[in-house]
Structures are given as C-alpha cells and as structure tokens.
C-alpha cells in the first residue's frame, strides 16, 4: 500500500504546472551593493541588476574578458625542482623548501591578470523621488530566470522585466508606466577605464555602443604582464513608443513614453576577429 501511494504522490506532483512548485528571491527594496543585486545570464552574458528607483544599473559581464595576454606561464624550471623541494621538506628544511619553490614552481610571469567586467548600463529617471515610493517589489524567478521589479510612484504603477536569451544572445530590460506617457529616462554606459561609448548610427537608430580593452591593472604586481587584454564591444539599442534624443553624443534620452525596451549584446576578439560585427548581427 505504501508503494502504490508513493506512486501516486509522484505522479500528482509531476502533474502539477511547474508555477505550482518553482521558488523565487523576493526583496522589498532595492540593492545597496553589488552581492545584492540579482543575477540574470546565458552562460555568456550577464548582468547584475540593482533595481534602483531614482536610476537603474546592471553591472555587465562576458566571459572571455581577461586582461593580458595569451601565454604559456608554466615555469621551465618546475619539473625537474618539485622532487628537490619534496626532499628538503621531508629533511625538515621548510624554508629552504618554500625559497626553492617561489624561485622555480610558481607561474612566470609571477601573478595573472584577472578576468574584468565588461562595463555598467545606467538608467537615471526623471523626477523619481526613491523616498516616496511604495509597494516595492524586486524579484528574480528560479525557473524561468525571469528578473521583475515594480511599484508606486506618484500615482504611477511602473514595472521593469529582465532576462537573458542564449538563443538570441542579448539581455533584455523591458519598462512600463501604468500611465500613458509617464515613462522618461537617460540611458548611458561607462566603464571605470580602457573603455570609451559613444551613440553609433553604423548599428542601426538608438544604438550606445562601448568600446575598450581589458588592460592589467597598473601595479607592481603586474609589471612584467604585457600592457594588453581582450578587446570588447558592448552595444544597446534603445526602442520605445516615446520620444528618442541624443544627448551629448553618447547617451540617448527617452521621454514620455508608456513603454520601452532596451536590448543589450556584446562581442570580444577572443571569439571573433570584429566584435563590431557580431554585434550588429546579435541585435
């Protein structure tokens, strides 16, 4: 009898639409800092979205964005040192061992320079008070990866939905106003440095595309690492039933707009001898 009720338990549950029985994170406030904000990726791209009211920023990533240059860091003296470091451990002779090991075992040159983000994707909205704001909700669903925000902002119930597509191989942020024309924003992306944005016509109308390589820190620990890195483009296309300007010649203006999408993709030499052109093939 046991059994056959497992059975039935198993079968009832497989029966059930996955809504019934998927988890999600929820969250009544926006992200402060970066390890609370919420994730969305296709396994290439990805974003860390911070769900502001006052002005969105998803933090950027692609994954082959490594600063340096392809080498081989093996240290030729390896080999034939590991047995002589063994036996000086074994001998008691500890530091001796450790000088042995610094000097031939460790990767030449000494430190590899880090995997980099790629850059940040800002919205700053207009006349958005953050203080009186209510019924905040930001969510991020772990079946589908469907990413959701929304609230109440005089009088205006506004929602924003992100994802990330691998078969199309782009981000999406999608915004509503529950009222018609409440929607005004300024969309712009930067990096911290080696990067540079700026609005391209060559992509097609409402395109920020950033450009910039991933150079070594500029340190002493990095100092024998050739100054080069993987270079990149990122690309956003702006599509809204609103009002599109230019703004200083590398961010884009929407304005009074009920709804608005903005489609996010990026390339890097690593993958493909123009990221330029992939990009303009994944919008």
């Keep these: 009898m046991r059994f056959f009720a497992a059975l039935l338990a198993l079968s009832m549950a497989a029966a059930k639409p996955p809504q019934l029985w998927y988890t999600s994170l929820w969250y009544t406030t926006p992200a402060n800092t970066w390890s609370e904000a919420l994730?969305?990726?296709?396994?290439?791209?990805?974003?860390?979205?911070?769900g502001g009211v006052a002005g969105e920023h998803l933090q950027l990533n692609e994954e082959t964005i490594y600063a340096g240059k392809q080498m081989d860091r093996v240290n030729p003296e390896a080999r034939a040192n590991v047995p002589v470091v063994r036996r000086l451990l074994l001998e008691g002779k500890v530091m001796e061992a450790q000088a042995l090991a610094e000097k031939s075992l460790l990767a030449v040159p000494r430190r590899q320079p880090p995997y980099e983000p790629l850059g940040d994707l800002t919205l700053d909205f207009d006349d958005a008070d953050a203080s009186k704001v209510k019924d905040y909700r930001r969510s991020l669903d772990l079946f589908d990866g469907v990413l959701g925000i929304q609230y109440d902002l005089n009088g205006i119930h506004y929602t924003r939905t992100a994802f990330a597509?691998?078969?199309?191989?782009?981000?999406?942020?999608?915004?509503?106003?529950?009222?018609?024309?409440?929607?005004?924003?300024?969309?712009?992306?930067?990096?911290?440095?080696?990067?540079?944005a700026k609005l391209e016509p060559s992509f097609g109308a409402n395109v920020i595309v950033l450009r910039g390589i991933a150079l070594p820190p500029n340190s002493k620990n990095y100092a024998e690492e050739p100054r080069t890195g993987t270079a990149f483009s990122g690309a956003v296309r702006v599509i809204s039933d609103g009002e599109i300007a230019a703004r200083g010649g590398n961010q884009l203006h929407v304005n009074r707009a009920t709804e608005a999408t903005l489609i996010f993709t990026a390339a890097t030499n690593a993958r493909t001898p123009d990221p330029d052109a992939q990009?303009?093939?994944?919008l």
């Design 165 to 196: 597509s691998y078969p199309d191989a782009v981000i999406v942020l999608h915004l509503t106003a529950g009222r018609p024309g409440g929607l005004s924003f300024l969309v712009g992306m930067s990096r911290v440095e080696n990067a540079t």
């Design 279 to 282: 990009c303009r093939t994944q």
């Design 39 to 50: 994730p969305i990726g296709n396994g290439r791209l990805a974003a860390m979205v911070f």
